[in-house]
C-alpha cells in the first residue's frame, strides 16, 4: 500500500519545482530595444552572445530622439525672449533687509525691510518700490522722492545697500525630477555667519538659479539646457546653462520672489548630463531588497533599512555591487540575479530590467545594456539557484522533523 506525501511534503516538493524552473521575463509597456519608447536605450537586454552584441551604440540609439537645442548653438543666445544680460547683478526681493543712509540726517537712515508688496517706506516719503530693482535705482528714486517732497532744495547723497538677503519662494517645472514650487535662501540657524549678518552688502549664492533646480530634484536627463526659461514679472528671459555642467561660469543669477522657471525637454536621454555638477539631483537614494544569503538582513550588511545613498550617474551595476549582492563563494553565488524597476519621468510609465549579475560583469559589451540609475529607482537582489536549492533543502528537513514528531 502506497502512502501519499503529507500535506507539508507536497508543498516543500511544489516550492523546489517551482525555485527551479527559469524566470518569467518582466513584462514592460514601454520596449526597450531599438525603436522601443524605453527611457534609456540602456533598459533593453543583452543578446544571448557576446558576439551577436553592439559595443558602444547605446548614446547613439538615445540620440534619435533628440530634438536640436532650443538655444541653438553654443553661444548663439536664446530665442524668443529677452536676453539674461537684463537679470545680471543683484535684484532686490520682498523680505530683503537694506541699510539706508541719507546723508547726515539720522531721522532717514536705518535698517529698512522690503515690504511684501515690493516697496520699502521711509518717514515722510511715499513708498519706493525695490522688489526687481538694483540698489543703485533704489537710490536714485530716495533721491527723487527727497526731492518731490521738498525735504531737500538739492540732491543729497544717498546710499541704499543690501543688509541681508530673504528666502524667496519660485516655481519651478519642466524637465526636472520634482517639479514644484520651492523655496531658496534661508539659512540654518547653526550656519548663519553673525559677522557677515551685520556686514553690509551681506549676499550669498543660496538664491541663485542653481540652487531652486537642485531644490527641484535635479534637472532630468532629458532637458534642454540651452533654453532654461525665467519669467518675471511678466517678462520672458532664456538662459543658457550648458557652460555650468562644463565647469565653466554660465548665467547662474539671482532669484528674487515670484520668479517661475521651466526648464524644456528635448525628448531623450542625454548621457552627458549624468554628471555630478551644481544643477543635477544631489545624489539617488535607492530603495532596495537585500539577499537572504550571505546577508541575513540589511543591518548585517551596512544597508540602511530601507533605501542606500550612492552619487548621482551610478550605473546599475554598481549599485548591485554596492548593495552586496555580487561576491562570496563563487560555486554557490555566481549565478545570481537582479532586477532594476525604474520609471520614465516623461511618460510615468515604469519598467523592469532584469540581469545576470555574474554575465554582465564578464561582458565586453555591458556599458550597452548597463543603465544610469534615476531618483526613486529599486533594485531586487536574487540568490543563486545552488543557495536557493540549499535553503528549500534546509526547509524540507525542518518539515520532516516536524512531522515525524507529530507522527510520534
Do not use: H, W
Amino acid at each position: 500500500m502506497s502512502r501519499r506525501p503529507s500535506a507539508p511534503r507536497a508543498l516543500a516538493l511544489v516550492a523546489a519545482l517551482a525555485a527551479c524552473g527559469p524566470q518569467r521575463a518582466p513584462e514592460n509597456l514601454e520596449l526597450a530595444g531599438p525603436g522601443g519608447s524605453a527611457y534609456q536605450a540602456q533598459y533593453r537586454d543583452p543578446p544571448a552572445t557576446r558576439a551577436a552584441g553592439g559595443f558602444l551604440r547605446a548614446p547613439e540609439m538615445n540620440a534619435r530622439t533628440c530634438r536640436p537645442p532650443a538655444g541653438g548653438a553654443p553661444g548663439s543666445g536664446g530665442k524668443g525672449s529677452l536676453p539674461a544680460v537684463a537679470l545680471r547683478g543683484l535684484k532686490l526681493s520682498p523680505g530683503d533687509l537694506l541699510d539706508v543712509r541719507v546723508g547726515e540726517d539720522e531721522t532717514l537712515t536705518g535698517a529698512v525691510e522690503v515690504r511684501g508688496d515690493g516697496a520699502v517706506t521711509l518717514p515722510f516719503l511715499p513708498p519706493v518700490q525695490a522688489a526687481g530693482r538694483s540698489e543703485a535705482d533704489v537710490e536714485a528714486s530716495v533721491i527723487q522722492a527727497l526731492l518731490d517732497e521738498e525735504l531737500y532744495t538739492t540732491a543729497p547723497r544717498v546710499s541704499v545697500r543690501l543688509q541681508d538677503l530673504a528666502a524667496v519662494r519660485v516655481g519651478v517645472s519642466g524637465a526636472v525630477f520634482e517639479p514644484q514650487p520651492v523655496t531658496v535662501g534661508s539659512v540654518p540657524g547653526d550656519q548663519v555667519d553673525a559677522l557677515r549678518q551685520m556686514a553690509i552688502g551681506s549676499a550669498t549664492e543660496a538664491r541663485n538659479l542653481s540652487v531652486a533646480l537642485r531644490a527641484a530634484g535635479g534637472v532630468r536627463p532629458d532637458a534642454d539646457l540651452s533654453a532654461v526659461e525665467l519669467r518675471r514679472a511678466g517678462r520672458l528671459y532664456t538662459l543658457d546653462l550648458r557652460p555650468i555642467l562644463d565647469g565653466q561660469r554660465g548665467p547662474d543669477v539671482m532669484l528674487i520672489a515670484g520668479d517661475e522657471i521651466r526648464v524644456p525637454s528635448r525628448g531623450c536621454f542625454d548621457e552627458d548630463l549624468m554628471v555630478v555638477g551644481p544643477i543635477s539631483p544631489p545624489g539617488i537614494t535607492l530603495f532596495l531588497s537585500n539577499l537572504t544569503v550571505p546577508a541575513t538582513g540589511n543591518a548585517p550588511s551596512a544597508v540602511g533599512r530601507e533605501v542606500r545613498e550612492v552619487p548621482y550617474g551610478t550605473r546599475f551595476l554598481q549599485a548591485v555591487i554596492d548593495t552586496n549582492c555580487v561576491g562570496g563563494i563563487r560555486g554557490t553565488s555566481a549565478d545570481r540575479a537582479a532586477a532594476l524597476l525604474s520609471r520614465n519621468p516623461v511618460t510615468d510609465v515604469s519598467i523592469v530590467v532584469q540581469r545576470r549579475v555574474e554575465d554582465m560583469l564578464r561582458r565586453p559589451d555591458r556599458d550597452d545594456y548597463d543603465p544610469y540609475l534615476l531618483p526613486g529607482d529599486a533594485i531586487a537582489c536574487y540568490d543563486s539557484s545552488i543557495t536557493s536549492l540549499a535553503d528549500i533543502g534546509r526547509v524540507l528537513g525542518i518539515l520532516g522533523g516536524s512531522a515525524l514528531l507529530v507522527a510520534q
